[in-house]
């Protein structure tokens, strides 16, 4: 890193840390008016407002910094064109693609720390703001008092359970499907209307048991028969795996939303939400680096060098980037496109933009 890259890299962070700071705070006093009413009627503590907007942090911060980086771009490099310093450098033999170079470095790292962000720390964050506003602002049931409704869960040698009712106090399921596959063979099904934990295994009542073959050309059923009680002792898994506090996406790293996605996709349930989300985990955290790709070529031009320019191409930029973003993920969710493409089309067309941009800008 020479002189020249540490002035550029000193000008950007520069901006990008006060841009930060601000939509962090702006965030912030919008979300705190939004919930005024709840944390006045609810009785919430200063503490305990400070301890939810603590947690909420990091998510805000992981969610505004792609903003704050398209603002560094076109600040930074945008002052840099209006003082013709950017002229003088072309003078002097150095390309455009290589005073870029250290920003995309840069958002490229940035990209790295995010993805990092959200596999370790957001998802925890998550979880207890999550909890923080439920049961100690709202003074909603602990997950252990409440009634379950369509519960997945994964136990020992290769079972999958679906309960589409569970009853924490009473250790009852109802309408219980479990599944046991080896490898991606199903092996074994039960189909019960209840499941009761006797304290140290469980009991199926009124349903149907199914083993299959283990022959890839035998399609019938080798086993099959109705019951009234079954009892299972090899089936071991607790009552507490059922009762745990149920996750959304953004409560999830990588690894346990393809977890639980395997689960329900063997249950035969349609996982094109629990995919595009998925998909979405390695596609969001890029944003930053591309959004540097995009915004360069356009912060490198002398006529778009006024701040109030600069702003208003971040926000339409950040506008339009977030609505193709959040309809592609729908339409995921939905099927109109692939999960795939619903989390990654919108990084396609940003990212060929950019490339286009910068192969147009003037060397």
Avoid at 74 to 100: C, H, P, Q
Avoid at 300 to 307: E, F, I, Q
Avoid at 330 to 344: C, E, I, V
Wanted: hydrophobic content about 45%.
């Amino acid at each position: 890193m020479n002189i020249l890259d540490r002035y550029i890299l000193r000008k950007f962070l520069y901006v990008c840390a006060f841009a930060l700071l601000a939509f962090w705070l702006i965030f912030l006093v919008v979300d705190v008016i939004e919930h005024m009413d709840l944390f006045i009627d609810r009785g919430a503590s200063i503490d305990l407002v400070v301890k939810y907007y603590l947690y909420y942090s990091p998510f805000i911060l992981v969610m505004v910094l792609p903003v704050a980086m398209l603002l560094s771009t076109l600040f930074s490099l945008g002052l840099l064109a209006k003082d013709n310093e950017i002229t003088a450098m072309k003078v002097n033999g150095i390309s455009l693609y290589r005073i870029f170079l250290p920003l995309f470095i840069l958002a490229f790292m940035v990209s790295l720390l995010v993805f990092v962000l959200n596999e370790l720390v957001v998802p925890f964050t998550n979880q207890k703001k999550t909890y923080t506003k439920q049961v100690e602002i709202e003074k909603k049931a602990k997950p252990k008092d409440v009634l379950y409704q369509n519960v997945y869960a994964q136990g020992g040698n290769g079972r999958i359970f679906y309960i589409n009712k569970y009853d924490s106090q009473r250790m009852e399921g109802k309408e219980v499907l479990v599944q046991r596959f080896e490898g991606n063979r199903l092996k074994e099904q039960i189909e019960a209307k209840v499941m009761r934990w006797t304290g140290t295994d469980w009991i199926f009542e009124n349903g149907n048991y199914r083993f299959f073959s283990d022959s890839l050309e035998q399609s019938e059923v080798e086993e099959f028969q109705r019951f009234s009680q079954l009892h299972r002792k090899d089936i071991k898994i607790k009552p507490e795996v059922f009762t745990r506090l149920r996750k959304n996406p953004e409560e999830m790293n990588y690894q346990e939303l393809l977890e639980y996605t395997e689960i329900k996709k063997k249950s035969g349930e349609n996982v094109s939400a629990e995919l595009t989300d998925l998909y979405m985990k390695l596609a969001y955290p890029l944003i930053s680096f591309i959004i540097v790709l995009f915004g360069s070529p356009l912060a490198a031009s002398p006529k778009r060098g006024s701040l109030s320019i600069n702003f208003a191409i971040t926000l339409g930029i950040t506008f339009t980037y977030w609505f193709l973003l959040r309809t592609a993920q729908t339409f995921g969710h939905t099927q109109k496109l692939s999960p795939f493409l619903g989390a990654w089309i919108t990084n396609f067309i940003f990212v060929g933009l950019g490339v286009f941009l910068l192969i147009k800008a003037k060397k």
